[in-house]
């Protein structure tokens, strides 16, 4: 699934993209996209600005017209230059936005749609999102508030609350925590406020890198029966929480 800084480096890849031009025609292919009636709607238009929210991503169009987009676990946005070869096959994008000379394409994901601005606000799932880990230091703050009110919950479960914390995914749920020495399993009320600040801004920290850099940190994720980095105990992984998500942790150092 992507995590926020993912999110916030496509929009600005789409970005960089439309630089200044309308939209010369949109598509929509697949035949299970939700925008297979709608997708011309974009012609004529240009890109306002993005927004992102969490794992949400939003590009606001001229005439008060927004692309709403999350891509769950299986969703992406590619760009294409002309010439270039893709690495999906056309027929299965859900949207191909020709900007002439360059092609936006959108595969896949939970949600995909066109709506007005005020159809934005309405949105209970954007509404009910708790702050953006990546949107500056207040938003930090105030999401490490809700985590450490998040009382009996694992603090694995609650670092991938969205209500809680909006942006927080798999990875850096586990590397935060690890890099912090905070066991996921443990309840958030057995832990000090200060500690689930600590991770928190952890992760913030984290994922601002992955924005800039690309990379993100990998000293613990996928290593299941390797041998920690920090104390030599072996890596341990297990599904946690409603969606069974895979947790990594070492339960030698993360206490």
């Known amino acids: 699934m992507a995590e926020g800084d993912s999110i916030v480096r496509m929009a600005r890849k789409i970005e960089r993209a439309f630089d200044g031009r309308e939209v010369a025609a949109a598509e929509a292919p697949n035949p299970r996209s939700p925008l297979r009636l709608t997708a011309p709607r974009l012609a004529g238009r240009s890109l306002d600005r993005t927004e992102t929210h969490g794992k949400h991503l939003m590009l606001h169009f001229s005439g008060d017209l927004v692309l709403h987009a999350h891509m769950g676990m299986s969703g992406g ?61 207040e938003a930090v703050e105030a999401a490490a508030a809700n985590a450490a009110a998040a009382g009996p919950m694992q603090l694995g479960v609650a670092l991938l609350n969205q209500r809680l914390v909006a942006g927080i995914g798999n990875i850096f749920k586990s590397e935060a925590c690890f890099e912090a020495g905070l066991d996921p399993w443990r309840p958030v009320e057995s832990f000090d406020r200060e500690e689930i600040a600590t991770v928190v801004r952890i992760a913030a920290t984290q994922m601002e890198r992955g924005v800039e850099t690309g990379r993100r940190p990998g000293r613990i994720y996928r290593k299941s029966r390797e041998r920690c980095p920090r104390c030599g105990t072996g890596v341990r992984s297990r599904g946690q929480g409603d969606d069974n998500r895979t947790t990594y942790w070492c339960p030698g150092c993360q206490r």
């Open 77 to 137: 946005w590619h760009v294409y230059p002309a010439g270039q070869r893709w690495r999906k096959p056309r027929r299965s994008a859900w949207l191909i936005i020709d900007l002439g000379g360059v092609e936006v394409a959108e595969f896949g994901g939970p949600t995909l749609r066109l709506v007005r601005p005020a159809g934005l606000k309405r949105d209970s799932r954007l509404a009910l999102l708790g702050p953006d880990i990546l949107g500056g230091p």
